[in-house]
């Protein structure tokens, strides 16, 4: 009942005014309260937005009441604050109209420069009975509009009878200052008419700032002549291609004095579009820094990640006792400018022989790439390597240290400049031949080597794998024994379980296949081979001729045939023409086949062969009961052999057979 009488007595207070006046410090709850059609709505905290970034829309919002315009009772005074986002800088669209209408239909009525308010051909018509000031953010020369950036008085029409670009008198500095209409800061206007003055007055201001004292736009019309009795009041926007934000947070009228003033503290706050647009432009960059910092660090790990993985190297605490035989990876990997083919020096049997300079002392090495997968035996073999760093003779290739990577082992030996002598005996270089001084020098150097090695150390040292591409020279074509002792990291590196002689096919003693039991005599058996190979420029296993179909030639029964037919300097290196000391050659020849002898004990020492080449011991006498069958490894022993793969057998006879065996150690004996 009470609230019965309290609307009452309210109806009758404004039937008694009969002018209307409001007040929105926003529009919390005034759904029911405000008309609003298109793609207006109350957000919300009670902000009315007009439009949003639907394109080529309309919305409309009105006092539901009509106002009333009585004869002679037709001032009005009216504020409101509005802003307008636009969607980019000057990428702004239409804009929004304060409308004073008979009607709150405009369906209509067309979006874009029509603003929601007019259609082609209702717009002019003075049956319309609209007044509206517009917010005009684009200038269309089809309504004469002044700029993008004005405010206008239309009656009837969108061609606005008074119009001024947007911009507010400062009182304080006394000059007129322009203002943004779509720089989404708020603004706010006042529209006032005085009937008596005919004046329609339009002041804008920023927002917060006090109603400045001279207006924007000032125009003398006679509003009894537009203004019905009953009127709608209200706002009317409409976007284009490009659409725009329109906000409108307060607003006031009064038909019987000054629009009350709108509480700054009760407005709704704007949607920090901008704010958030600048935030997540700013959100983006972090972001976008964020990834490219994460992007960077993680090439920086990988780079970082490549860069120790390739220059990664095992390194374990017992290996430093041995350290002064440790060459780092990097160094290697810079000294053979990062293992480039060009540095290639050859491919043996054990893996590829780079050439290098170690980059800190400049010295001139020959990197040796082993592949090593098993671990086993690695610290038993790194032990003799620093033995093997100890053994010093000018026969020997210095072997100046070592390095571990996983399944890999690198060694590192002096430069030879020279290369290997297999090369210069095999390869046909024109002009290249080998004369017989060298080759009886290289002979004594490589028997003074492994004479040093059996006997002369303080180990015996077995190199099991004599040959003539073991065999480098340096500046001074002097010989050096090389490679001793990599059979012996392959016969740890393998099953135990399978048996294999490690050595070179055709240099590999009859007996080794048997007992797989390196020995001395097996080295001199070796070095036998290389005897014959030095004197008679052949290869073991070789081809009787150059025809592809020759039957092949076993060195040592073709050198053991000549000898019985009593020519054995037929046997010599066809090369050399007879160019050579025929007795010096005579004594290789037959030293060669008595090194060969199948039986271990029947082959000389290597003290002894080192007498017999200074001609401090003879040559004794070829045993008689030498039997061609059993010389060289095709003979009894040839059912050992086809154990190995078949590959071995059809290769040219001279590769390495880095297969295992023999659980003996290179240095087996202790002195
Ligand atoms: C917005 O405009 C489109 C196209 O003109 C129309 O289909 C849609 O109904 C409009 N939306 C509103 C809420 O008026
Ligand atoms: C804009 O507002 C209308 C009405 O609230 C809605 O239907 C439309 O989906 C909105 N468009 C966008 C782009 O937010
Ligand atoms: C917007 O356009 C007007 C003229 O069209 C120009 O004077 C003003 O500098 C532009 N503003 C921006 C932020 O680009
Ligand atoms: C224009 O709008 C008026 C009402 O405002 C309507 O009667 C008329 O049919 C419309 N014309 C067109 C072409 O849409
Ligand atoms: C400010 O603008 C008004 C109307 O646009 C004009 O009459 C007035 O002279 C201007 N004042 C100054 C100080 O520029
Ligand atoms: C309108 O502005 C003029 C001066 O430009 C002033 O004399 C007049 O009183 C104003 N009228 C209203 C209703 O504010
Ligand atoms: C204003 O218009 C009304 C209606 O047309 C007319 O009666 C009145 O005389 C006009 N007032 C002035 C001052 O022209
Ligand atoms: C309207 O004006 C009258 C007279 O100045 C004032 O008393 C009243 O508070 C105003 N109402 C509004 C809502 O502005």
């Known amino acids: 009942m009470i609230h019965i009488s309290v609307l009452l007595i309210l109806v009758v207070h404004a039937i008694a005014q009969d002018e209307t006046q409001f007040t929105y410090n926003g529009f919390q709850g005034a759904t029911n309260k405000l008309h609003v059609d298109g793609i207006a709505t109350i957000l919300p905290n009670g902000l009315l937005q007009l439009t949003n970034y639907s394109s080529y829309n309309t919305s409309h919002a009105f006092y539901p009441r009509p106002v009333i315009f009585k004869p002679n009772h037709i001032s009005f005074s009216t504020t409101f604050i509005f802003a307008i986002y636009p969607i980019a800088p000057n990428q702004s669209s239409h804009g929004i109209v304060f409308v004073i209408s008979p009607t709150t239909h405009f369906q209509q009525a067309l979006p874009s420069a029509y603003l929601g308010l007019f259609n082609t051909s209702s717009n002019r018509l003075p049956s319309n009975h609209i007044i509206a000031v517009e917010l005009d953010t684009i200038q269309n020369p089809e309504f004469k509009d002044i700029d993008s950036n004005h405010v ?86 409409a976007t284009g291609p490009i659409p725009n934000y329109h906000y409108i947070l307060g607003w006031s009228w009064n038909q019987s004095g000054k629009a009350q003033d709108l509480d700054p503290s009760k407005l709704p706050s704007l949607p920090q579009i901008k704010h958030h647009k600048k935030s997540l432009s700013q959100l983006i960059i972090v972001l976008l820094i964020v990834i490219s910092l994460l992007l960077l660090s993680m090439i920086a790990a990988a780079i970082w990640f490549v860069w120790k993985k390739k220059y990664e190297e095992l390194l374990e605490p017992w290996e430093k006792e041995y350290a002064p035989y440790r060459y780092s990876f990097k160094e290697l990997y810079l000294a053979t400018k990062g293992f480039k083919n060009s540095e290639l020096l050859g491919v043996g049997g054990f893996g590829k022989v780079y050439k290098g300079i170690i980059p800190s002392t400049s010295r001139q090495v020959a990197v040796k790439r082993v592949s090593q997968d098993s671990k086993q035996g690695i610290k038993e073999f790194v032990a003799e390597i620093s033995s093997m760093g100890r053994l010093r003779h000018r026969n020997l290739v210095q072997l100046l240290g070592y390095c571990r990577r996983k399944g890999e082992l690198l060694l590192v030996y002096d430069y030879m400049p020279n290369g290997s002598l297999d090369k210069l005996l095999f390869d046909k270089v024109e002009g290249s031949i080998l004369c017989w001084s060298i080759r009886f020098k290289i002979i004594k150097g490589v028997a003074s080597a492994l004479l040093y090695l059996h006997e002369e150390w303080e180990q015996v040292v077995l190199h099991r794998d004599v040959k003539a591409s073991n065999v480098l020279l340096d500046a001074e074509m002097n010989a050096r024994l090389g490679d001793f002792g990599l059979a012996k990291l392959y016969d740890h590196s393998i099953d135990p379980r399978t048996t294999h002689v490690v050595g070179t096919i055709g240099y590999i003693a009859p007996e080794l296949s048997r007992t797989r039991k390196p020995t001395t005599s097996t080295d001199v058996f070796s070095y036998g081979m290389f005897l014959l190979e030095v004197g008679c420029g052949r290869r073991p296993i070789g081809k009787q001729n150059e025809d592809n179909d020759a039957e092949a030639l076993f060195l040592s029964d073709w050198v053991y045939d000549c000898w019985k037919m009593g020519d054995i300097l037929k046997a010599s290196d066809p090369r050399m023409e007879g160019d050579y000391v025929e007795d010096e050659m005579e004594l290789i020849l037959k030293l060669g086949l008595l090194c060969l002898y199948p039986i271990a004990e029947g082959r000389p020492t290597m003290r002894q062969v080192v007498q017999i080449l200074n001609g401090s011991a003879t040559l004794p006498e070829l045993p008689s009961e030498y039997n061609p069958e059993t010389i060289g490894f095709l003979g009894e022993d040839l059912g050992t052999l086809h154990s190995l793969p078949s590959s071995f057998l059809s290769s040219s006879g001279t590769s390495s057979v880095a297969v295992m065996s023999s659980t003996n150690s290179v240095l087996r004996y202790g002195r």
């Open 152 to 237: 206008g008085i239309d009656v009837n029409s969108l061609t606005s009878s008074a119009a001024a670009t947007a911009a507010y008198y400062s009182d304080k500095l006394r000059v007129n200052k322009t203002l943004q209409l779509n720089s989404g800061k708020p603004m706010q206007i006042w529209i006032d008419y005085d009937e008596v003055e005919m004046l329609l007055n339009v002041t804008l201001a920023p927002f917060s700032s006090p109603k400045p004292s001279k207006c924007l736009l000032s125009k003398q019309l006679n509003l009894s002549t537009i203004l019905l009795r009953n009127m709608y009041v209200g706002f009317s926007s």
